[in-house]
């Protein structure tokens, strides 16, 4: 050998090494066991308690919250108590609240049969949310109140929703300042909720059902988006970016599969093509349907071979396929550590909703024999059930930081989240009024939060997969309902799977 040849083959030797490290550095050995994800998931579900608006209950767990909101409405003669704030603020956004509630209820009706004692638990979570939804639908016909709390008077103070003296607007849409956005994705809550108290509690389910019929007729008669309609007041917080059409589309789909009612299916042919079935897109969240849409819809064709849904097969593929490296159609971005990643602010929220997506997915194929597409490539799915787990373990901890993004899960997580109730003292532990100014100490100090907001999905990391873990950092530190509302049935999903 000669020295040149030595010379290539130990560095060679050098690279396979640095190699071996840099790999297994970023893809930890351990594995979660099912019990884990189970205390996932009832951590998981434990977080909506700490997001409760109105008067707590007696069996409240989470006891370092107390009453808030309690003349919400009142001002304007309508009871808009309850409800959730939807994530570190103390607004009642009802845009991302329904998205929530159809999330939980959808998680339910996949994954209900793997939650095991936690079911009444999730029943209570989404409970919570359609009592306050069916009181904002029903008060005044041709009205849906969307939204309690001026935002940009909220922001401007950093106290505990106990403590709210920041002015409690109301919000509505109406049949002269439309909003069928905001009204079709209450109406798919709605529906989609009605599925999970069918058998437990029938006159609750067939109010859900009656009122979400009621609210899509709203929506689909006076069109046009609510951020047309209340500008500054939604914008740029929950702005409906990609219009009104896929919550249309979207609303109809859920309507039709608890109602079984043939006049959707009419519907969703006779308008798919305008609604958004053409297209093909690649993220799934509270402000674009399309994608589980497709997913929700493929179902009936797996199902019934409907060649009316075979369209919603084909783009649910398309979806798939762009998650999935190495097959024609893979567009997505991942992490060094192989995180899904979509963009800079709550990353995690399209990481919660595609893992929920693909073992949805993934069980409708399993069901029927069913595969995936993708070019020549042919995807099972197993395949997704394996993607879905490398983004629900990352989260939960197995990533190159070693920190789980869910507050009180493992041994490592975020200890200052962007949260004002979780920041401030409790009230059961300093009564005296906080006022607006004075709780921004709370937040500029680097101690760990004083309430521990179990459960919480915090934002999570950026491309490169860093975390700050800094309570001014909103983006990567603040928690919201619709992070874990898709997670609720993935951990459900993996905590009745046997794991290795």
């Known amino acids: 050998?000669?020295?040149?040849?030595?010379?290539?083959?130990?560095?060679?030797?050098?690279?396979?090494?640095l190699f071996l490290v840099f790999c297994s550095f970023y893809k930890p050995s351990f594995a979660f066991t099912s019990q884990e994800y189970y205390d996932a998931l009832e951590k998981s579900i434990l977080f909506f308690e700490g997001q409760r608006s109105g008067r707590l209950p007696s069996n409240q767990h989470l006891t370092w919250r107390g009453d808030s909101g309690l003349f919400d409405g009142s001002s304007y003669h309508v009871d808009l108590v309850g409800g959730y704030y939807d994530a570190g603020d103390n607004v009642k956004f009802g845009f991302p609240m329904a998205f929530t509630t159809t999330l939980l209820a959808w998680s339910v009706i996949e994954f209900g049969s793997s939650m095991q004692n936690q079911i009444e638990n999730a029943k209570?979570?989404?409970?919570?949310?359609?009592?306050y939804l069916l009181k904002a639908a029903t008060t005044t016909p041709d009205t849906l109140y969307v939204q309690v709390g001026d935002p940009n008077m909220d922001h401007r103070c950093w106290e505990r929703p106990e403590d709210m003296d920041t002015p409690r607007n109301v919000y509505k849409v109406s049949a002269q300042n439309p909003g069928s956005d905001v009204a079709a994705e209450t109406a798919a809550a709605l529906a989609a909720s009605s599925l999970v108290f069918k058998d437990s509690d029938p006159s609750y389910s067939s109010k859900l059902l009656q009122t979400a019929i009621q609210v899509f007729n709203f929506a689909d008669r006076y069109r046009g988006s609510y951020?047309?309609?209340?500008?500054?007041?939604?914008?740029?917080?929950?702005?409906?970016?990609?219009?009104?059409?896929d919550e249309l589309l979207w609303s109809a789909s859920w309507i039709y599969k608890a109602s079984g009612i043939n006049s959707y299916v009419q519907y969703i042919q006779s308008n798919g093509h305008i609604l958004g079935a053409d297209d093909d897109v690649y993220s799934f969240s509270w402000d674009d349907k399309r994608a589980g849409t497709k997913i929700l819809?493929?179902?009936?064709?797996?199902?019934?071979?409907?060649e009316e849904f075979q369209l919603y097969k084909a783009h649910a593929d398309?979806?798939?396929?762009?998650?999935?490296?190495?097959?024609?159609?893979?567009?997505?971005?991942?992490?060094p550590g192989g995180l899904l990643y979509k963009g800079s602010a709550s990353n995690l929220q399209y990481v919660t909703s595609t893992a929920f997506l693909l073992l949805t997915y993934a069980k409708y194929l399993n069901s029927n024999g069913g595969v995936v597409?993708?070019?020549t490539s042919t995807v099972t799915g197993e395949n997704l059930i394996k993607l879905a787990k490398t983004q629900v373990d990352y989260v939960l901890g197995n990533n190159p930081k070693k920190m789980s993004y869910m507050v009180g899960f493992g041994e490592s997580y975020p200890k200052h989240i962007h949260h004002r109730g979780s920041s401030l003292p409790s009230v059961h532990v300093q009564a005296q009024h906080i006022?607006?100014?004075?709780g921004f100490q709370y937040l500029d100090s680097g101690s760990p939060n004083p309430n521990v907001l179990v459960g919480a999905i915090v934002g999570?990391?950026?491309?490169?997969?860093?975390?700050?873990?800094d309570r001014n950092n909103y983006q990567q530190s603040e928690p919201a309902t619709y992070i874990n509302a898709p997670f609720v049935g993935a951990v459900a999903f993996f905590s009745g799977k046997a794991t290795s």
């Not at 050998?1 to 090494?17: E, Y």
């Not at 999570?460 to 873990?469: A, C, R, Y």
């Open 435 to 438: 006022s607006c100014n004075n």
């Open 124 to 131: 209570a979570a989404i409970r919570w949310s359609t009592d």
């Open 318 to 335: 398309n979806y798939i396929c762009s998650l999935m490296s190495g097959t024609p159609g893979f567009q997505a971005q991942y992490t």
């Open 227 to 245: 951020s047309d309609s209340l500008n500054s007041v939604v914008c740029p917080f929950y702005c409906s970016y990609s219009g009104y059409h």
């Open 297 to 306: 819809l493929s179902k009936e064709f797996l199902e019934k071979d409907s």
């Open 373 to 375: 597409s993708c070019g």
């Open 460 to 469: 999570g990391p950026d491309s490169n997969d860093n975390f700050s873990d």
């Open 1 to 17: 050998m000669t020295k040149g040849m030595a010379s290539t083959t130990t560095f060679l030797l050098m690279l396979q090494f």
